[in-house]
């Protein structure tokens, strides 16, 4: 069973940066694709980042430049370090895992929310103007 525990939530003013931490246990490989996911009050859940097992990266078009995913497969833990923060930008962050790849043997990027079926609790990020 995937177990994932989310961290480094917060309260910061625009511009600001913050760090989330997503600690993964349950198993031992690291080939589970991994992602991060943010749901704003009154919206659907959206994807910010995902990342596959070799360290690539894919993001979402209004997080590019700002956002960073990363994982450290040594600790099972996956990482966002968030930049120049926006308002737009507050939300319940979600960690997310999935073993499944597409036929063509790359993770789902992170826009296809419903092919990640491991989740962590969330923490919220919240960033006022």
């Known amino acids: 069973q995937v177990q994932l525990v989310e961290s480094g939530g917060g309260s910061v003013q625009a511009g600001g940066s913050l760090r989330l931490s997503c600690a993964a246990s349950?198993?031992?490989?690291?080939?589970?694709?991994m992602g991060w996911f943010r749901q704003a009050p009154g919206k659907e859940r959206e994807g910010v980042a995902a990342?596959?097992?070799?360290?690539?990266?894919s993001y979402a078009d209004s997080v590019k430049g700002r956002f960073t995913i990363s994982r450290d497969n040594a600790k099972n833990t996956l990482y966002l370090q968030m930049n120049t923060l926006k308002p737009e930008d507050t939300a319940m962050y979600y960690c997310?895992?999935?073993?499944?790849?597409?036929?063509?043997?790359?993770?789902?990027?992170?826009?296809?929310?419903?092919?990640?079926?491991?989740w962590g609790q969330g923490t919220q990020v919240t960033v006022s103007s």
């Open positions: 997310a895992a999935d073993r499944e790849k597409s036929s063509g043997g790359d993770c789902y990027p992170p826009h296809l929310v419903d092919e990640y079926n491991y």
């Open positions: 990342i596959d097992d070799d360290g690539s990266p």
């Open positions: 349950g198993y031992t490989d690291s080939s589970y694709c």
